[in-house]
């Protein structure tokens, strides 16, 4: 095994625990019907409340909360931050 | 890179030369924090303390006081896992379970409005801040009847920044609230801040980015979890939220009156509201002993003024199978990680 497929492994565990223990953890909705989407995390499925986004796509990372998708993941904005780690 | 961070923040410790105290202020973070170790890989003169982060925690014994009495009178209650185990006056609602009471333990406020379907009095306990209030305010807005002891965080950290007990020099803000109020509202604190993601890596990078504000004097809100994060926050949350909710007083573990940081019910949802519905019964409690448990110290813990470890009962009579406070209770207390994590 790769390390890099070591580390992959060790993500998705961690991710498993925090799945666990109820805190917001990031996923993929894989369907849509009404209030409620399928959400894949790292191969485990859950449905979850879109009610409190005001759009949600397939295809989409969310992060979900106590069984609800709080809000969607975008590509980091990170020049601020660079700019003042220089 | 997470070696180039760690020499970053040895190299700006050193510079700064003085004891830092940062406070973490997200359950997530605080067991971010103790799963990789993060406290011992630190340079001496920078204290990392766990702040009120956890929803169950920092509930008002009163509160808890008053559920298990709605459920002992015949209530049926709902609500989230951790809370069913804090031990109050009159037990916990757990043993109010035992004792006959029908009480319910949710994953979300989704299960708990298709539970009132057949259970029409089915009342749900809602608590914590802006990362549960939306899910309530909606619950609510379905029909769910809700007591509500939810709370808004900012004025807590702005209570600790007055509290001359504590020095914070800057704060890890909570990721998840963030998401929902945006980075905006924290500009009003005046301290050096950063709101980070939950991988060791963001937190390092957080650390790195308070003490590089602390040493170049500076008070800013830097993001470092903009993929989630947005200025303004999510702007439908926050209209669910005050669509239902208004703002009062709120009651905190610890803390006692934390003036407007707690959440009413508004008027036109008064139907929904457990404390009016259920008026008659609450006002026959008998509060008088809701506070916290003999020689527990986690209204201290949670203010950052005391570890889990040096009270007394910890690890002895206080585990997570038999907890005496909420900050051994819930797997986002301060007592419990350090518990788990001292393993």
Known sequence: MSGRMRERGRTINRKLKLLVMCLAIPGKILKINDQLATVDFSGIQKEVNISLLSDAKKGEFVIVHAGFAIEKIEEDVVTDIQGYLK | MMKNIIEKINKLAEEIGRNINLMEVCGTHTQVISRYG?????????????????????????DIDAIVNLALAGVPMATYGDALRVPGFFGSLNEAREKGAQVFDVYSV????????????????????????????????????????????????AALLQDKNINIDGFIDPGHVSVVIGTAPY????????????????VLTGILLLLK?????????LNQYSRVVKESGNEKIQKIISDVFEIGDGEWRGFGVIPKSGLKIRKKYASFDAKVKYKNILDKVDFSHSKDPAGCRCGEVIRGLMESKKCPLFGKVCTPDNPVGPCMVSVEGACNVAYRYSK
């Not at chain 2, 539970?115 to 769910?144: C, N, R, S």
């Open chain 2, 110 to 157: 989704t299960e708990a409005v298709e539970l009132q379907k057949k259970i029409p009095d089915l009342v749900f306990f809602g608590l914590g801040f802006e990362t549960t209030t939306p899910m309530t305010a909606w619950g609510i807005q379905q029909g769910l009847t809700v007591y509500s002891a939810h709370k808004v965080f900012l004025p807590a950290m």
């Open chain 2, 213 to 221: 504000q602390i040493k170049n004097k500076d008070t800013r809100v």
């Open chain 2, 187 to 202: 500009d009003k604190l005046k301290i050096p801040q950063v709101i980070t993601g939950f991988e060791m890596e963001d």
């Open chain 2, 38 to 62: 993060i406290r011992e890989i630190l340079p001496k003169n920078i204290k990392l303390i766990t702040g009120p982060g956890c929803p169950v925690c920092v509930t008002a014994q009163r």
